[in-house]
């Protein structure tokens, strides 16, 4: 956890209504459903909404007038931290309090919405965030408040008998990593990648595998091993481990690069959910690589809330 700045709670704010400013109270409490006594409360993932005074002093200065805290319906008004430059799935600790990060701002309802028409703007869409309740407990005006970074952990393993006994470089994982970092950035996450060259070995494949889910690495990504050879055994392996398999991606995948390719429809690429751990099955070379890849980004954001349960539909 980390607060190299001090960042504290400045007010705690609440409505009876949907879409209507809040009023400052003295303290909240916050249970599975967010805040009591608060219209947002409910089972879904915008359950507590936050602000900081830098945003609300921007607009304070664009509008020429004093802003109340509550004005912009935030639940919980903070000095220290640019929310907006938080991503989902930060941790938020206030007091006994723990708070997921879920959404980075919302969809703004213009005049539709009495805060935009007595206020004449809103700045929560852009700048405020959502969280929703995991630890529960109270929370007040100057409490103190800890942040927790998400950091993915990432295991990538490249399987080939000559890469690993240094016949030549392995191209393939780095070529994964690379594009693996590029995606974490974009999306203002922290990744931690665990990379392994082994040999073609069955065993040794099925330990790297048990030791992800076990310590519950977000994702498992191997190259190599998907062809029809006698010692091509990942996907078997893998689907060994695999609880819900997900197989729309590598379908989507052989059938795109196949249609120009006939070669590209005999990969046996994997994709699928072992206990937390997302397991990706890909070819050995760079170039099927950047395809896989390619293609595999476009849906790794969504697939990991839905596997923490945050529907952002």
Request: glycine residues 10%.
């Amino acid at each position: 956890m980390t607060s190299e700045n001090k960042i504290q709670v400045l007010s705690v704010n609440v409505s009876e209504k949907k879409g209507t400013i809040k009023k400052p109270v003295s303290s909240i409490q916050l249970n599975d459903f967010g805040v009591m006594q608060d219209a947002h409360a409910g089972s879904w993932h915008r359950q507590v909404s936050l602000l900081g005074i830098e945003s609300i002093r921007k607009f304070a200065g664009q509008a020429d007038r004093e802003v109340a805290f509550g004005e912009f319906a935030e639940n919980i008004s903070t000095e220290g931290i640019i929310l907006y430059e938080l991503a989902p799935l930060d941790k938020l600790f206030i007091g006994s309090t723990e708070l997921e990060v879920t959404q980075i701002g919302k969809k703004c309802h213009g005049t539709g919405c009495a805060i935009f028409n007595e206020v004449g703007n809103c700045v929560m869409p852009k700048e405020g965030i959502f969280a929703r309740v995991l630890k529960h407990g109270k929370v007040k005006a100057g409490d103190e408040i800890l942040l927790e970074r998400k950091k993915f952990k990432v295991m990538v393993i490249t399987l080939s008998d000559r890469a690993s006994s240094g016949v030549y470089d392995d191209l393939s994982g780095p070529e994964i990593i690379k594009n693996l970092e590029s995606f974490f950035i974009e999306n203002r996450w922290l990744c931690e990648i665990d990379y392994r060259l082994i040999a073609d070995d069955q065993d040794k494949l099925k330990e790297l595998l048990t030791l992800a889910r076990s310590k519950y690495y977000d994702m498992v990504f191997t190259t190599g091993g998907t062809g029809i050879g006698p010692r091509d055994f990942t996907p078997e392996v893998a689907k060994s481990f695999i609880d819900k398999e997900i197989p729309g991606i590598m379908e989507s995948i052989r059938l795109k690069f196949g249609a120009d390719k006939p070669n590209a429809l005999l990969s046996r690429g994997v994709a699928g959910v072992m206990g937390e751990t997302f397991l990706y099955v890909l070819p050995g070379s760079v170039k099927a690589i950047k395809e896989y890849m390619g293609e595999i980004v476009k849906t790794l954001r969504h697939l990991v809330f839905m596997l923490k349960g945050i529907d952002v539909h």
